[in-house]
């Protein structure tokens, strides 16, 4: 639904809602005529073409219901749309489908492409006309009469040989499908169905004679209807043959055809077989066949001279036909000259109206041109003025790079005087425990001394005070002892306050 809306242009949801109508997936075709009115008030050219092949599609190459488009033709025209796939086999299918079904079924409706049809049938009705390229063409200049039903039927089966146009001049090939992978004939798949046909019964139209009944194996039928049940076998198996299939320009293939039953008693079995369902008012295929061997019998028993004779007069005829179809051609290519004078003159107007258009587009272009080489002299001129500014950004640039090597050369050599001065400090430290060092070891050796004096002086002290009770002493010798206690209580007391 996605993939249609968007080739619809149209919400996904609203195209839901138009979806289903009547019970049945599709569109009706009263709501497409109204999207193509409203798409051609808003002349957008590319959508109302889609939607309109949408409704071809549903209404005349896939019909199921009258006015509707059913969901079957729309898949196949997305494919088209989509993946460029060719919907020619399955109208090809479609059409086999609604034979098949229209034959045992009598009163059945045919629902296939039945323009199609009629137009294949009849560009073979008349003989050849020189310069066909399109099968509608022959149609055309045939000018059949409308015919009853009854009408048609006694018609084509009085159809002999000599009337039918086996090998158009439109219809020009030199290569032809004639067998799928295993399958002995060709596969089709439809919009309602799969069903094969077989190419062996079709040799006349691409100049090649049957000589003879067609084998049991080329005629082996293949049908099978979707409404029957699930396409998950059938279908991928007939993709999957389709890419085997056989290609050749004329059947050579030893199993197709028996030589041996003549192809006209074959076709005489076979129409007594199908019963055609009304009288016959023409001669039989035996009857016919039986004619024309007895003419060619007598033919060969009368005088050269009466041949000679026959052969002038069909000469003279065939030159009559000949100059009477050229009068024709040439009255046809005369109105068709002045068909052609008459839309050559409605073309040139429709160019001229192109051209007013174009010049209308080409002088909208000059104005935007002008409008643009305005809008580039302003740019160029901001341009220069932002090159100013930038080349005034480099001088600043260029000053302040000057200011900032100065001033790394004012660091740097700040850093030099900096470093000059710690080398100075370090010497100096070194010096300073050099002198430490000293002091300590001397001042070891005097705190080892005064620690000698401290221990002995008092020992020495109170031997004297010992000493001196037994005899007289003099003030000034008690009072120098008494100094020298004080001072070793003053030097205890130092000692242990530097030892904490």
């Known amino acids: 639904m996605s993939t249609l809306a968007a080739i619809m242009r149209l919400p996904a949801r609203d195209l839901e809602d138009k979806f289903v109508w009547e019970g049945q997936k599709g569109f009706s075709l009263s709501f497409l005529m109204e999207y193509l009115h409203q798409l051609g008030e808003e002349r957008d050219l590319e959508v109302f073409i889609d939607v309109f092949a949408l409704g071809l599609f549903g209404i005349m190459l896939f019909p199921k219901t009258q006015c509707f488009v059913d969901n079957a033709a729309i898949s196949v025209y997305i494919a088209y749309r989509t993946r460029s796939e060719s919907?020619?086999?399955a109208i090809l299918a479609d059409t086999y489908l609604a034979l098949n079904s229209c034959n045992p079924r009598k009163k059945t409706r045919m629902t296939c492409c039945s323009p199609a049809l009629f137009v294949w049938l009849a560009s073979r009705f008349e003989e050849r006309v020189v310069g066909i390229k399109y099968p509608v063409e022959s149609v055309k200049q045939q000018r059949l009469e409308i015919k009853s039903k009854d009408e048609w039927s006694q018609y084509m089966a009085s159809l002999i040989q000599g009337k039918i146009e086996w090998q158009p001049t439109w219809q020009q090939r030199s290569q032809l499908v004639y067998q799928c992978a295993k399958f002995f004939n060709v596969l089709l798949i439809g919009t309602?169905?799969?069903?094969?046909?077989?190419?062996?019964?079709?040799?006349?139209?691409?100049?090649?004679?049957?000589?003879?009944?067609?084998?049991?194996?080329?005629?082996?039928?293949?049908?099978?209807?979707?409404?029957?049940?699930?396409?998950?076998?059938?279908?991928?198996?007939?993709?999957?043959?389709?890419?085997?299939?056989?290609?050749?320009?004329?059947?050579?293939?030893?199993?197709?055809?028996?030589?041996?039953?003549?192809?006209?008693?074959?076709?005489?079995?076979?129409?007594?077989?199908?019963?055609?369902?009304?009288?016959l008012n023409s001669p039989t295929l035996l009857e016919e066949e039986t004619y024309l061997e007895k003419e060619s019998e007598e033919e060969e028993e009368k005088s050269e001279e009466t041949r000679q004779l026959k052969r002038e007069i069909e000469e003279l005829k065939?030159?009559?036909?000949?100059?009477?179809?050229?009068?024709?051609?040439?009255?046809?290519?005369?109105?068709?000259?002045?068909?052609?004078?008459?839309?050559?003159?409605?073309?040139?107007?429709?160019r001229n109206h192109e051209i007013d258009e174009a010049f209308s587009i080409v002088s909208k272009w000059i104005s935007m041109y002008d409008e643009s080489i305005r809008e580039n002299t302003e740019i160029l001129e901001k341009s220069h003025d932002l090159q100013g500014r930038i080349n005034d950004m480099e001088c600043l640039v260029e000053e302040w790079e000057d200011k900032a090597k100065k001033e790394f050369e004012l660091r740097l050599e700040e850093e030099m005087n900096y470093t000059a001065k710690i080398i100075q400090l370090e010497e100096s430290l070194e010096e300073r425990e050099q002198t430490l060092g000293y002091w300590k070891t001397h001042f070891s050796q005097l705190a080892s001394l005064a620690n000698g004096a401290i221990e002995d002086v008092p020992r020495m002290l109170k031997e004297d005070d010992v000493s001196l009770m037994f005899r007289p002493v003099p003030k000034e010798v008690e009072s120098f002892v008494e100094?020298?206690?004080?001072?070793?209580?003053?030097?205890?007391?130092?000692?242990?306050?530097?030892?904490?």
């Open 87 to 89: 919907p020619i086999t």
């Open 192 to 279: 309602k169905g799969c069903i094969n046909y077989n190419p062996i019964l079709a040799q006349r139209q691409f100049g090649h004679p049957i000589r003879g009944a067609p084998t049991s194996y080329v005629m082996e039928p293949l049908l099978f209807l979707y409404k029957d049940g699930s396409t998950n076998e059938v279908v991928p198996k007939i993709r999957k043959a389709w890419e085997k299939r056989i290609i050749m320009g004329k059947d050579t293939r030893p199993y197709a055809m028996n030589t041996e039953i003549p192809y006209q008693r074959w076709l005489a079995d076979r129409v007594e077989t199908v019963k055609l369902p009304f009288k």
């Open 318 to 350: 065939g030159k009559n036909v000949m100059i009477s179809k050229k009068l024709k051609q040439e009255e046809k290519h005369t109105q068709r000259i002045q068909r052609d004078l008459e839309d050559a003159d409605a073309e040139l107007l429709k």
């Open 483 to 500: 100094h020298c206690k004080g001072l070793v209580e003053l030097m205890k007391k130092m000692v242990a306050r530097n030892r904490i």
